[in-house]
């Protein structure tokens, strides 16, 4: 609810600045919210040694594997070494501390500002990478970790997603410091290194940190969408996508402890039977659907760049209220559900991803377990989701429990605030006015999750500060042939150049 009136208070605001006081029911504008007048800025950057610099980090094998016992703590130290011999005026100006809990690998610069009484801006990244699938190794055309810069692209795994951010950030200070550069307000920056299973140690350690030392933090950027053309269903045009809100995550281990015994002679039901059928019953009780304020938000920015003849429903949604969902609304929904991405964006989403039971031909397991993934809206917080899936199972003999370090589903950031304005005048201010900006709803999440659920960083926007060439190049995250651009690289680089200039309008 007070989100709610939040929304309302914010679009209302914005009316006011180009309607005159009318019938809110009837006079609801829908004109576009592009921001118009930036002009472009070229940034001189070193791209020759920038380059290099990214070519040498992705050869840091900084893995993050799902069996956390498996962790190269060798590579994170050295890569920390390189950080230093790379950036020498970063690492005399700004305090690093290396933080994590219980492995210190995730580092936190603190770039003091003039006004220390200010409230400081954070810039995120994580140094750590997924593995390279092995059966995916053949596909990969140069070596994973090679750091190769070939036909004008720096190859690798990490170039981005999401050394290319850390990199640019450094870059970026590493050039202001050399011009005598001071931010007005006091900069972070927080660099984890466990993002790709979910930052228990680094980011969240970060944030319990931070929370402790400052009251208020006034802007966040984290990693999420680069800008693609056609990433937008709807929308051939360039777009840049910021995140304002992250979804939660919950993993819950459904588990039947019975009899086991010999194959000769079976129960009528095995453990095996029943876990499936409680599993099927879980993922048929689907979480009913709902508009997320940073739905609504999404398409009062994106609808009217759409075809005129949706706008109305597009409309709808961006005025809506959660007390009633309109015919309006209820078509949206029909739309959205076709595609599992627009979906997983309408409610929490349930994933059956593990299960486990039996080692051998003849034996007949006395226990079985099932691991559910959640990737909750707010309000479905994990005792939410165990009762949800309690009452949907109905039987006594499943035990639940919650086996993730689970995060909560985020704040919404504000999409008319000064924050999200400065983005975009950056975005333009790098990447020239052919473009769409729009808010979006992250249906995943990244480090920045565990400060934005906190009520002293809300404000958190997410993007990946890079222009990629089609839908297809976006593939290379986590998948074969990451790389990036050289000169976009290089553009990258002048983005947070221009964020840290901006950022005294904050
Ligand atoms: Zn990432």
């Not at 080692?359 to 007949?364: E, P, Q, R, S």
């Amino acid at each position: 609810m007070k989100k709610h009136s939040r929304l309302f208070t914010s679009i209302a605001s914005a009316l006011a600045l180009t309607a005159s006081v009318s019938a809110w029911s009837d006079e609801q504008d829908f004109s576009s919210m592009q921001m118009q007048g930036i002009e472009k800025v070229e940034v001189q950057v070193d791209l020759e040694g920038a380059a290099q610099r990214l070519s040498q980090a992705v050869k840091f094998q900084t893995i993050s594997n799902q069996d956390r016992s498996d962790f190269d703590e060798a590579a994170f130290h050295d890569y920390h070494q390189f950080l230093e011999d790379s950036y020498p005026l970063v690492h005399k100006t700004l305090k690093r501390e290396k933080v994590g809990d219980p492995r210190p690998f995730s580092l936190i610069y603190t770039w003091e500002g003039k006004n220390p009484s200010l409230p400081p801006a954070i810039f995120m990244a994580h140094q750590d990478v997924v593995p390279i699938a092995e059966e995916s190794r053949d596909q990969w055309e140069v070596e994973p970790f090679s750091g190769d810069i070939k036909d004008g692209y720096i190859w690798g795994r990490g170039s981005l997603d999401d050394k290319n951010q850390i990199h640019a950030i450094l870059e970026a200070t590493e050039m202001k410091l050399k011009e005598g550069f001071q931010p007005e307000r006091t900069i972070l920056f927080v660099f984890g290194h466990d993002e790709e299973v979910g930052g228990p140690e680094g980011a969240k350690h970060a944030a319990d940190i931070l929370e402790q030392r400052y009251d208020e933090i006034a802007f966040v950027m984290d990693e999420s969408a680069p800008l693609i053309p056609g990433v937008f269903p709807g929308i051939r045009e360039n777009t840049a996508l910021i995140g304002i809100a992250q979804k939660g995550f919950v993993s819950l281990e459904i588990a039947i402890n019975g009899m086991g015994g010999h194959s000769s002679q079976p129960a009528e039901e095995s453990n095996i039977v029943a876990l499936a059928k409680a599993v099927e019953k879980v993922e048929a009780a689907q979480f009913p659907y709902k508009i997320h304020d940073a739905v609504r938000y999404q398409y009062r920015f994106m609808g009217p760049e759409l075809p005129e003849a949706q706008q109305p429903m597009y409309k709808a949604v961006a005025y809506g209220n959660d007390d009633t969902v309109t015919d309006l609304e209820q078509k949206f929904f029909e739309v959205m559900e076709q595609n599992q991405v627009t979906r997983a964006m309408l409610h929490t989403t349930t994933a059956v991803t593990m299960f486990n039971a039996g080692v051998k031909d003849n034996v007949l397991p006395p226990a079985a377990t099932a691991v559910v993934n959640f990737r909750p809206m707010p309000g479905d917080t994990p005792e939410v989701i165990i009762e949800h899936v309690k009452k949907a199972i109905g039987d006594k003999r499943m035990t639940i429990r919650d086996i993730s370090a689970s995060t909560p589903a985020t704040n919404v950031a504000d999409p008319h605030g000064e924050g999200y304005k400065m983005l975009e005048k950056t975005i333009r201010q790098t990447w020239g006015n052919d473009l769409i900006v729009s808010p979006f709803f992250v249906i995943g999440g990244s480090d920045s999750k565990h400060f934005q659920a906190r009520d002293f960083a809300p404000d958190v926007y997410t993007m990946t500060a890079i222009q990629l060439e089609s839908v297809k190049e976006f593939e290379g995250f986590h998948g074969v042939n990451e790389r990036i651009l050289v000169e976009e690289y290089g553009r990258s680089i002048g983005f947070f150049y221009q964020l840290m200039d901006n950022l005294n309008n904050l």
